[in-house]
């Protein structure tokens, strides 16, 4: 579902994002991990259109989304770390503008709208200007609005920031029945704890360059003292100068 | 619902909640907004009529065939009117666009939606197209208004006018914001001094062109050749600007088939002016975003190196937390090429009104009108120096945004904070205002008293429009727009233009009627006339003391009130 090729970014003289190969098939949980700056948000930015590779190539869905980035966008859904939101629109609002953009049909929107603020627990506020929302509640209706159009891909970047415990595990759960449903999720996350409820397969960049892929048990497995996954993450990305 | 009309519907949504969230402003501030609007808008509508009315006293034969000097001059005044709005919107569209389209902060969730670049062009290019045309329509009107009054022109005159004004400011529109794309493409390729190079270059094009054809001798030519001459470029066939002109003073003639050729000429041209750009935006927009996200992501800034990384060295002489908060604010306008570019503007507006100065006017050898060119000149400096505040200092406060909690929790108060604002926006603009006065005084050769006097005027003028600036900034803040030209757009910033327009109104005004009523030998003796000079210089000093520390003092007591 999401198929990378030498997929590389280059700011000036610094390598971001190093030749990525990485293959992720529908209906599956990847996790994209790696220190701050190992090239994560440059992925992401490639990944859903916000940044123009320097060389290879993303599809999404089987479509290049450098070649066809309307039919692309069509199937993603994204979640950024900080939700970016009109401040000035209701949430009510919110959605429809999203409806719109999506070209959603009325009707769905109307259901699907009031179904999704519900259950992300912003109906009762869908008729308060965003600028009054709490973080955690714009990041609620962030993830409202990304299902919308029911995405057959998501891409969410650090998730959990604002949430409550409470809403923590039902965006978990939420996100996971999803993928069994066939939905492909791709998280960055540095939350090790909750990837390991969630993930199918774990992706560890480390300096641009994608080091190792595999299911949380593989991963487990490369370390040369049995540990945690947190142990066996700060083992492979421990930097060459610390 | 189109992806772009979704965009569209949102905005106006936007606009009519912000509208509707006036009713939680401080019912002062809309009262004097309101009422400082409706009082400037009559009067520029009673100076262009009485203008008019002036102007059409000249040549008049009574005959109905033939057009009078006074109409030739008024058809001609609305041509450069056109011309100047015309290049007024390409400027200010190439920056708005700029910050429309790519800084705005929706933008990352606009791209990453299955929106088609042209199609996202056009949503936030009607967004470009609203915020720019606005106060060209506020100070457009009353000069049409007046202009259809006096030459007596039918509703057709007025219809036409309204027609004309959509199809005419798309066409800068469009041109600016593919200036705005194909700069974004070029501009982050240059080294940042090649850039100042050419912004340095542009302001001397400029300059050495207004020299050239900004002659006085030209514009005091009684036989009217030298005017002529100077505004044929005004008339030519290239310009949208003389088609709207030609349009809707045929229409003002009763001409409607003329009117008409022009409105679809007119129309037709912006039609495809805009395709261009949006086809312009299919090719450039992305690829321009892109780069200009990888820059942002990229952008090194070494400490020591260039005159912004060496400012906290040469201000080590200012006491924390001082200097401090003088670093970060000229680091963050340096950094913000949507500010120093405007910035950039005043530079030309500067150039441009020394250049007109070359030659000392014939008429300065009259002690009457020395008097009135002297007192207009310290106006216009005036005027230059209110809109440097309200532009760049008014929102400085605002622009420590959803970031106060920063200087919130630090160990200052806010009373050092809107002091450390007052004092770097007296010092950064004295340093261009008292330039301009003493150049332009050395130009127009004036004399001791009006050098003094006008001296006198921008140091205190500096203080006044400061502490009106910083203290309405801290009483009105938007902590929740990163955008400084809309911070100034917005309420608060009105205000603060409003009053700052009056404040230097008054003390103009004061000045003025003194030195005319001099010349005028109104006075019986040297004596009372210093007397009177005295009281004038006293009168202006208290004034500006009261517009210093009363807005800084409500100022500070909303910050201090206030919960973040």
Known sequence: ?242 | MTRAKAILWAKIRIGRNQVASVRHESKLKVAVVSVSAVLLWIAAFAAFYGAFQWLKQFGADNSDTTMGLGEIIMSRMLSVFALALFFMLLFSNTLIAFSTIYRARENAYLVQAPIAWWEYFLARFVECVAFSSWATAYLGSPMILAYGLVQGASIIFYVAAIGFYLPFISIPAAIGAVVAMVLVRVFPRLPRGSMIGVGIIAVWCLFMYMRGNLSMDKLADPNFQGIQQLLAPTQSWLLPSHWSARGVLAAAEGQVAESLFFFLLLTSNAFVAVFLAAGAAQLLFYPGWSDLLGNDMNRKTPPGRGWVGRIDITLRWMPEPYRALVTKDIKLFWRDPAQWSQFVIFFGIMAVYIASLRDRPVAMESAFWRTWIVCLNIGACTLILATLTSRFIFPLISLEGRRFWVIGLAPLTYRQLIWQKFWLSVSSTSAFTITLVLLSCYMLEVDAIFFALSLYSIVITNFGLSGLSVGLGSLYPNFQEDNPARIVSGMGGTLNFLLSMGYITLIIAAQTTMMVTEVLGVYRSPSHFHATLVLVVAGMAVLSAVTTFLPMRLGLRNLDQSEY
């Not at chain 1, 859904?77 to 503008?97: A, C, N, S, V």
């Not at chain 1, 999203?98 to 912003?122: C, R, T």
Request: charged fraction near 25%.
């Open chain 1, 1 to 242: 579902m999401i198929k990378t090729i030498g997929l590389s970014k280059r700011f000036g003289g610094k390598l971001a994002v190093n030749a990525l190969d990485l293959s992720i098939d529908q209906g599956e949980f990847f996790c994209f991990l790696g220190p701050n700056g190992a090239g994560k948000t440059t992925t992401i930015k490639m990944l859903t259109g916000l940044l123009k590779p320097s060389g290879g190539r993303a599809e999404l869905g089987g479509i290049d989304i450098q070649k066809h980035p309307v039919a692309t966008k069509s199937i993603l859904g994204y979640i950024p770390d900080t939700p970016f939101l009109y401040d000035k629109l209701t949430g009510r609002e919110f959605m429809r503008f999203v409806a719109g953009l999506y070209q959603l049909p009325k009707e769905v929107l109307n259901g699907k709208s009031e179904e999704l603020l519900e259950l992300f627990e912003v109906r009762h506020v869908g008729d308060q200007l965003i600028e009054n929302y709490s973080h955690g509640m714009r990041q609620k209706l962030s993830f409202a609005a990304c299902f919308l159009h029911d995405p057959k891909i998501v891409i969410v970047d650090e998730p959990w920031v604002g949430l409550d415990p409470k809403n923590i595990r039902f965006v978990k759960e939420y996100l996971k029945q999803k993928t069994r449903e066939g939905l492909t999720v791709f998280m960055s996350t540095h939350t090790l704890s909750l990837i390991e409820d969630v993930a199918d397969r774990i992706g560890i960049i480390h300096q641009g360059v994608l080091l190792h892929t595999g299911s949380i048990k593989d991963i487990l497995t490369l370390a040369r003292t049995p540990g945690s996954l947190e142990d066996v993450f700060l083992e492979l990305t421990r930097g060459e100068n610390e």
